[in-house]
Structures are given as structure tokens and as C-alpha cells.
């Protein structure tokens, strides 16, 4: 049986597993062939990041050991109401688990509170599995990005309303 699942905000020590787990899901997706590196001075820069204002990362503990995070932070180059669910990975025998959900009620419950009234995502095509999960959590594809990420070798977005009122895909 697995070990239980704690959810809870980064702290700098988490950082190091956290690479590991970023950097071996972007190459086990062939992130790497697109022609980016496979960690970038954002990931490296993981704690810092999200001390800013209306940001917060989470780290997925399970018997003590991280095996996975996401966080939300403002969209780069959008309007203050749109968030960006960001570095979303899981190690692979922490994926199937529930895990996955709880991370992002989390980030979600967390950007309503920072009053964001949509979410935004990319990824890519070969996160098959990705795109089901978060097609099941109400994400809807878009035509093309919103906001200014610099991720060119995405080519998947998504955005999802976090409340009832708000227009996804509406600035």
C-alpha cells in the first residue's frame, strides 16, 4: 500500500528532488529534441519564484520523499487575472495515485484566493496522458498561447474558468 500523501508548500531543501523529477519527465516527453534545455534558469530558481506575490509551488510528499509539485504564478504578458499552472510533474510511481488531483485543487483553491479568475497551462502534444488529466479537470483547448511564457516548443494550451462568472479564453 502506498504511503500517504502530504501536500504543502515549497521550502528551498525541496528543490534539488524537484530538478530531478522536472528534468527526467521532460526528457521521458522528448522535450529535449525540441531544442530547449531540459531545466531553465526558472526551474533552477524554483523557491524564489514562487515567494513572489500571488504565487505559491507545491510539493506532493509520500513516505517523506518528494514526488512531485506544481505551482500557479501571473501569466507572463496577460492580464492580472489570468494565472499560469506551472512545472506540474510526478515522478512515474507517484502518477495514477490521486496525487496529480490534489496537487492542482491545491493550486487551483490557491489562485482563487489570489483572486485569478482563470487558469492557463501549456505543454506539449506527447503529454498525452497530461492533456486527458487535465481535460477531465475542466482545462479546454485554446487555438493559440495567451501571455508571453518564451516556451515556443509548447504547443498545447489550455485554460480553465475558476469561477462560474468568468469567460475563459476572455482577457
Not at 518528494?66 to 510533474?89: F, H, I, K, N, S
Request: proline share 5%.
Amino acid at each position: 500500500m502506498p504511503a500517504p500523501v502530504k501536500i504543502r508548500p515549497i521550502e528551498l531543501a525541496d528543490v534539488p528532488a524537484l530538478l530531478t523529477i522536472i528534468a527526467a519527465s521532460r526528457a521521458e516527453y522528448g522535450i529535449g529534441e525540441r531544442g530547449v534545455e531540459l531545466l531553465e534558469a526558472a526551474d533552477h530558481a524554483l523557491y524564489a519564484n514562487y515567494q513572489r506575490q500571488r504565487s505559491l509551488y507545491f510539493v506532493a510528499l509520500s513516505g517523506g520523499e518528494v514526488v512531485g509539485g506544481a505551482g500557479v504564478a501571473p501569466l507572463a504578458g496577460a492580464d492580472p487575472l489570468t494565472c499560469e499552472l506551472q512545472r506540474m510533474y510526478l515522478r512515474p510511481d507517484a502518477r495514477g495515485r490521486g496525487i496529480g488531483d490534489a496537487l492542482l485543487e491545491r493550486c487551483l483553491e490557491s489562485a482563487r484566493q489570489f483572486l485569478y479568475v482563470r487558469c492557463y497551462l501549456e505543454t506539449v502534444t506527447q503529454m498525452q496522458a497530461a492533456l486527458e488529466f487535465y481535460g477531465r479537470h475542466g482545462f479546454r483547448n485554446l487555438e493559440s498561447p495567451l501571455g508571453s511564457t518564451g516556451h515556443e516548443h509548447n504547443d498545447r494550451w489550455l485554460v480553465r474558468p475558476l469561477r462560474a462568472s468568468a469567460q475563459a479564453g476572455h482577457g
